[in-house]
C-alpha cells in the first residue's frame, strides 16, 4: 500500500510516541493545530466541538472520554471531529495535573478543604477483592475529582472555545483570500492566452 510503514509499530512504540514525540512536541504541536484549522466546518462548529473534548478531557471516566465529547458536541451543536481532537487536551503528559487538581478543588466543593491525593490509601486497598477495591479506594477519589472537573473543565472548554474559534475564522478567511487571488490569477492568464490565440 502507497505510504504506509514497512514496520508496523508495536504497542510499546506507540505509547512511547504518545508520550513523547518522534521529532520535537513544538512540530507535534503545528501538525495537531494544522489538522483542526483544516476541518471543514464552520469556525463555531470547530470550536463548539473542540471546547466538548477539552470538557471531557478532565473528568475522571478514562476510556471514555471520546464518547463523553461527541454526545456533548452532539447536544451543544460541536463537529464530531473536532471533539475527537478536542480530548487531547488530556494526554500523558497534562493528565497529572488534572487529576491532582480536579481532586483538590472537588474536595475543597465537597468538604470544605483543599486535599491532596493520597497514594497510600489507594495502595492499602490493591490487596483486598476488586468490588471493594472500587467501593473503598476509588469512589473517594473519583466523586472529588468528578465534582471538581465540572468547573475546571467548563473553564478549559471555554478558552479553547475562544482560541479555537478566532484561529479557524482567521484561517479560513485568509484562505479564502489565497483562493480567490489564485483564481484571479488563473483568469487573467486564460485571458491572454485567449488573445494571443486571436489572429
Do not use: C
Not at 512504540?13 to 484549522?37: G, T
Not at 483543599?114 to 490509601?121: E, G, P
Amino acid at each position: 500500500m502507497l505510504f504506509k510503514r514497512r514496520t508496523t509499530p508495536n504497542h510499546l512504540e506507540r505509547l512511547r510516541v504518545a508520550v513523547w514525540p518522534r521529532h520535537s512536541f513544538a512540530r507535534s504541536a503545528r501538525y495537531f493545530s494544522k489538522r483542526v484549522l483544516r476541518l471543514t466546518a464552520s469556525p463555531n462548529a470547530i470550536a463548539l466541538g473542540f471546547a466538548a473534548g477539552a470538557f471531557a478531557s478532565f473528568t475522571p471516566l478514562i476510556g471514555f472520554h471520546f464518547i463523553v465529547s461527541f454526545v456533548i458536541a452532539f447536544i451543544i451543536g460541536g463537529n464530531m471531529l473536532a471533539a475527537a481532537l478536542g480530548t487531547a487536551v488530556g494526554n500523558p503528559l497534562t493528565f497529572p495535573v488534572i487529576w491532582a487538581s480536579t481532586f483538590k478543588l472537588g474536595t475543597l466543593i465537597l468538604y470544605g478543604e483543599a486535599r491532596t491525593l493520597d497514594h497510600n490509601k489507594l495502595d492499602e486497598h490493591l490487596d483486598v477483592g476488586v468490588l471493594d477495591m472500587i467501593k473503598e479506594a476509588l469512589l473517594p477519589f473519583f466523586k472529588p475529582m468528578l465534582v471538581g472537573a465540572l468547573p475546571l473543565g467548563a473553564a478549559a472548554g471555554l478558552i479553547s472555545y475562544f482560541l479555537v474559534y478566532y484561529s479557524v475564522r482567521t484561517y479560513q478567511r485568509s484562505r479564502r483570500v489565497r483562493l480567490a487571488a489564485r483564481r484571479g490569477i488563473a483568469a487573467r492568464q486564460h485571458g491572454e492566452a485567449d488573445l494571443d490565440a486571436q489572429p
